[in-house]
Every structure is written in structure tokens, then in C-alpha cells.
């Protein structure tokens, strides 16, 4: 592997001051591919306090827009160049196929494209000012310091959503990836180094949750903090945040309904709530696992998901013809077995899986079989609870007002998805699902030029889109008087 096994702090590769390594770990076979520094808060204050110097100087604030979205841009090339170089690390790290994360390193060039696109585009606003002989004026400015935490589902994607927006807006920031995927966030760093970020703008430091995520959280040089997790994180963030009022932004988990009405396209419609469930072996944060059925086409439509889903074929990510790989750790796995036993308990009948698969070659990795609970109701943890693993619920409906009640019976507001062939209907439901994103006729569909983001306890704020580069800016109103003259007031 030629990656630096090392973590970015102030332009310079760096290991931790502590000298801690940890191992990271092929969830296909358990193996360990890469040993990378596991850093503590002593350097997360490190990299604060270089991203806080670099920032309070002022130079990369002052760069001329258009030069950093010449960098952002510069960064998508050298994606694109080493394409298939990133997308195999991100295999290997996470277990997915490759020609999954071909198509996120696709995206993920996408989105430092398209903010390099917006760095410059923002001119400010002139506010027709009510006072006379005056001039009102809103400009937007970079927050400062930023900390930015990711997950290990997608780990280059969520960075990127992070990363591009925050550089293209003159920020500084301290990135910490997950600890169990960082190796394409650190090959990334490599390739904006190579770009030409300036030493100390952006900062790489490896390490867990409760040691550097927590230094980044609740240290008063940070002024903003995004994070992509689950929502007992979420909510630990919000009070550590709070020391000094950081801005805040929080994509958070989801329970996503996904609504099959009779008149929908049946293949498709069967075809897609498979996609929208088991794709990365169901690690999505908009997986489609609340499957909501009309009673007419129930049984039919459960029957075919079940003749499908047995027909999957598990294994590497590296073989052309696997169609799900493993789950990303042995704790992970235990979890989503955990919540499987719980939905026996609960008394969901079991259609199909609901077991590690008994395959030899797949005993090493942490594979579990998809999985189709039928007969839930939405008083089950396994109907409230995110499983993110391959784990489908099934839940059938009589008329669209019920259909509504139990989309919209959830903590969580991610996303949703609506089938039918009535685009009256569609739209009427649509107004009435409390969600960030709804899909007609599709299901996890993202790209850079929408936002997204939560509802409800899925979170705050929206990446992606011209918001997701606002998140990034502090709004400034300059009022100047033209005829300045005493008051008399005193
Ligand atoms: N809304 C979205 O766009 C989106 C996208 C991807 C994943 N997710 C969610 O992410 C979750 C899965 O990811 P995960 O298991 O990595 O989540 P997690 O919350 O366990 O960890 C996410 C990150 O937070 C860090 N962290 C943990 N404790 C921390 C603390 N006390 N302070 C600061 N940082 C801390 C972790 O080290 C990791 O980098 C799921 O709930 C999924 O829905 C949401
Ligand atoms: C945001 N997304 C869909 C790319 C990944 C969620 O886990």
C-alpha cells in the first residue's frame, strides 16, 4: 500500500505524540491491512491550535475565492486520477464492492467540483435600505475553525460533503474520520497537499470518538462543529458543543419508511425496495428498512422480495459477481444480531434470514444473510430502532391516511420514498411526509446539487446544495452611513 500510514497536522505527516498505533481491519476476512496513529486530545490540541493560528492570520480567509475553488477543483482532478487506486481502499476498508465505491469516488469528485464551482459565486446582497443616505450591505464570511467528525459507512463521501464545502468558503479545519475506516480520508489529505492546501488549513487526526471527537467538541478554538453519526452521538455533541455556543451541524440516523401502494410499477417497485434496503448490506443512513405495503398487494409483493433476496450472492467486494459484502465490524455484527433476536421476541415472523450465513469462505468476515421480518407493527423496537444492517421490516396498510400515519411514526425524519402510479396521490402524500428528502418512484437517490439532511431527531442544518456551503459562512450585515451627523439625543 503506498499510503501514508500517518495522520496531517499543521502540513507536516505526523504519528501520535503517544506513539499509539492502532490495527485497521478487512472486515471480508478480519485481516489487518493498515497500522495508523490512534491519537488522544493532546493532539487533537495540536491540530486545534494550528488550524486556530492559520485561520486568526488570515490569509487563506483573504485567498481570492476564485483561487480556493482552484484548489477544491484541483482536488476532484487528482480524485479522478487515482480513482481506482481510492476506490479499492475504500473496499478494503469497508468491505464493499468495488464497483460501489468506483461510483462514490465519482460523487465524491462531484461535490469538490460543484463547491469549487460555488467558491466564487457568492457576491453579497445590497439590502434596499430604508435609511436615507445610506448603504446596507449582507456579505458572508468563513466561521473559523472547524471540526469535522465522520462515520464508517461512506467514509471519503461523508468527508467530502464536509471537506469541500468548508475549504471552498476559506475555513480552517481538523478532520477525524472513523477510527476503523480512515484510509481514504488520509490518502485524501495526500492529494490536497498535492492540490496545494496550505500547511495548517486543513488538519488530519486519527483517533477514537472519546479522546479526539471529544477534544474537537468541546474545545473553545472551535467554532463549528459537523458530524455524520447516530443520534446517542448526536446528542453527546450537542451538550459538548454548548461550552462556547459553536454553530452546529448534525446528520444523524434514520428510519426510513418506504411506501408501496397497489397501483405502483410491481417489479420495479420490488426491484428498487431491495436496492433500498440491502445496498451496502443495508449501512445506509437512508436505507429504505421500513417497508409499508398495501394489504391487497401484501403477500404477492412479500413473496418476491423473499424469491429475490435468497438468490443474493454474499462475498468479496474485490469479486465481480458479489452483490452484498460483510458488515464493517465484529461488534457491528453482534449488534444487528442482537436486534434480530429482539424482533423474534417481539413476535415479527421471520420470512426469510436472520442468521450469519453458513458459507466457508464467508466464516472469517462479518457476514450477515438479509434479512425480512413480516407482521410488524410500529409499537416494535425493530420498527423504531435503526438496525443498519440488512434487516427489512414489513408493515402492510389498508388506506393512504394510515400509510401516512406510519411513515410519520418515527423519532427520525431522514428520508422516505413513495410508489404508485398516481402522481395526484404521490404529491399528496409527499406534503404530508415529515422528512429532508422524499423520493417518488426512487429510492436513495442523492447528488451534489440538493440538499441534504433531517427532519426531526435525524438532525440540523443540510449538506449538499447552497446550503450545505452556508453552513460553512457567518452572515454579515454592513450598514454605512453616507451623512453622518449628531443625534442630540444626550
Ligand atoms: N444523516 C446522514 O447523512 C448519515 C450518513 C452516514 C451515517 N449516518 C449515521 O451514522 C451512524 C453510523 O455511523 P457510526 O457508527 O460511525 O456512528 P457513531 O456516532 O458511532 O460515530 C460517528 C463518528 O463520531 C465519533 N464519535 C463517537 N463518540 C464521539 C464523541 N463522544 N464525541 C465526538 N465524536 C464521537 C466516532 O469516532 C466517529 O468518527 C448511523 O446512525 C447512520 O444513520 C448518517
Ligand atoms: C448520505 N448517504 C446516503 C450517502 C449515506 C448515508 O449513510
Redesign the pocket.
Known sequence: MSLKQQQYINGKWVGAISGNTRDIINPFNAEVIATVPESDETDAKVAIAAARAVFDKGEWSSTPATERGTIVRKIAELIERDKEELARLESLDTGKTVEESRGDMDDIAGVFRYYADLADKDGGELIDSPVPNSISKVVREPVGVCGQ??????PLL?ASWKLAPALATGNTLIM????ITPLTTIKVFELMEEAGVPAGVANLVLG???T???E??SNMDVDLIS????????K??MQ?ASVNVKKLAL????KNPNIIFADADFETAVDQALNGVFFHAG????AGTRLIVEESIHDEFVNALVERVKKFKLGSGFDEDTQMGPLISAE?LAKVEKYVETGMKEGATLAVGGRRPEEPELQSGFFFLPTIFTDCTTDMSIVQN?A?GPVMTVEKFRTEEEAMKLANDSIYG?AGGVWTNDIVKAERCVAKMRMGTVWINDFNLYFPHAP???FKQ??IGR?LGRLGIEEYTETKHIFQNLKPEPINWF
Open positions: 467528525i465522520t462515520p464508517w459507512n461512506y461523508q477525524k474520520p472513523s477510527e477514537a470518538g472519546n479526539v471527537g471529544a474537537l467538541t458530524f455524520t453519526g447516530g443520534i446517542f452521538t448526536g453527546k455533541i459538548a446528520e444523524l440516523g434514520g449501512q445506509i443512513c437512508s457491528h435503526e443498519f431522514l441534504w439532511g433531517g435525524s438532525g449538506e
